[in-house]
């Protein structure tokens, strides 16, 4: 709706306002969204748009399943622009990188559970992408014969709901899922009435070896009735946008 409502605006009265826009943030926000993406397909940079869009200089994130600081991440772009959050990596070697690379951000050495803490088991993989706590995802891939599982672990897990609730009192402008099978999971057990990120970037897209990945609309269901609603898609990943907070689908 805000757009519609911008293109019927005169050309200079649009400049103005978008130059107005801008000029709210600070300048190396600008610059750090300017020119570079670090997701996997460009979803830091949809984002970036969004929270501009909304004035939003330093969205608050959390970012489930960080793995590597910089590469294939959907928070970094918004690290590098001055906003700060909480990466949470199972990976203790990744672990250290991040805490390396990453120093402003809260770092949790833990898995995410959907409904206790405790120990669980972890399933390491040569790519360490695909490592993963689901034992099914662990045993899809394994079967593939191109991603054998190097080792298994204990790790400790704490839930969704409990991070969100110690680490984001004044709530959110992000949730970065990619837990490598269990997104689904950690999704239903959101208590949407007391956590409401304004975004949620999560992959939508089943394993595959090839480039044919099923795509799945069953988080889009699950979301829905919580008033979350598909903002962009990039196939492999979708991000959803809570209506209560925007006020509108069409931004």
């Given at each position: 709706?805000?757009r519609?409502?911008?293109?019927?605006?005169p050309?200079?009265?649009?400049?103005?306002?978008?130059r107005?826009?801008?000029?709210?943030?600070?300048?190396?926000?600008?610059?750090?969204y300017?020119?570079?993406?670090?997701?996997?397909?460009?979803?830091?940079?949809?984002?970036?748009?969004l929270?501009?869009?909304?004035?939003?200089?330093?969205?608050?994130?959390?970012?489930v399943?960080?793995?590597?600081?910089?590469?294939?991440?959907?928070?970094?772009l918004?690290?590098?622009?001055?906003?700060?959050?909480?990466?949470?990596?199972?990976?203790?070697?990744?672990?250290?990188?991040?805490?390396?690379?990453?120093?402003?951000?809260?770092?949790?050495?833990?898995?995410?559970?959907?409904?206790?803490?405790?120990?669980?088991?972890?399933?390491?993989f040569?790519?360490?992408?695909?490592?993963?706590?689901?034992a099914?995802?662990?045993?899809?891939?394994?079967?593939?014969?191109?991603?054998?599982?190097?080792?298994?672990?204990?790790?400790?897990?704490?839930?969704?709901?409990?991070?969100?609730?110690?680490?984001?009192p004044?709530?959110?402008?992000?949730?970065?899922l990619?837990?490598?099978?269990?997104?689904?999971?950690?999704?239903?057990?959101?208590?949407?009435?007391?956590?409401?990120?304004?975004?949620?970037?999560?992959?939508?897209?089943?394993?595959?070896?090839?480039?044919?990945?099923?795509?799945?609309?069953?988080?889009?269901?699950?979301?829905?009735?919580?008033?979350?609603?598909?903002?962009?898609d990039?196939?492999?990943?979708?991000?959803?946008?809570?209506?209560?907070?925007?006020?509108?689908?069409?931004?």
């Amino acid at each position: 709706m805000m757009r519609k409502i911008v293109r019927l605006l005169p050309n200079s009265i649009r400049l103005a306002l978008y130059r107005r826009l801008r000029s709210a943030f600070p300048h190396h926000f600008r610059v750090e969204y300017a020119d570079e993406t670090f997701s996997q397909c460009g979803e830091d940079r949809i984002l970036a748009f969004l929270f501009i869009q909304l004035a939003i200089a330093t969205p608050r994130y959390l970012d489930v399943g960080t793995w590597h600081p910089c590469v294939d991440n959907n928070t970094y772009l918004f690290y590098r622009a001055g906003a700060k959050g909480v990466c949470v990596e199972p990976n203790p070697d990744l672990a250290l990188l991040i805490r390396e690379k990453r120093p402003r951000d809260e770092l949790l050495n833990v898995g995410v559970s959907a409904e206790k803490s405790g120990p669980c088991h972890y399933y390491l993989f040569e790519d360490c992408q695909h490592n993963t706590f689901d034992a099914e995802e662990a045993a899809a891939r394994a079967r593939s014969g191109r991603q054998p599982i190097l080792k298994e672990m204990s790790v400790p897990v704490v839930t969704l709901e409990s991070i969100i609730t110690d680490y984001f009192p004044d709530g959110l402008e992000l949730l970065s899922l990619d837990t490598e099978g269990l997104d689904l999971a950690l999704l239903k057990s959101l208590n949407y009435e007391k956590h409401r990120p304004l975004a949620i970037c999560v992959e939508t897209v089943g394993f595959s070896e090839t480039l044919a990945k099923p795509k799945s609309n069953v988080i889009t269901s699950i979301l829905a009735p919580h008033g979350y609603v598909p903002y962009a898609d990039t196939f492999v990943n979708t991000i959803y946008i809570d209506t209560k907070r925007t006020g509108t689908v069409a931004l």
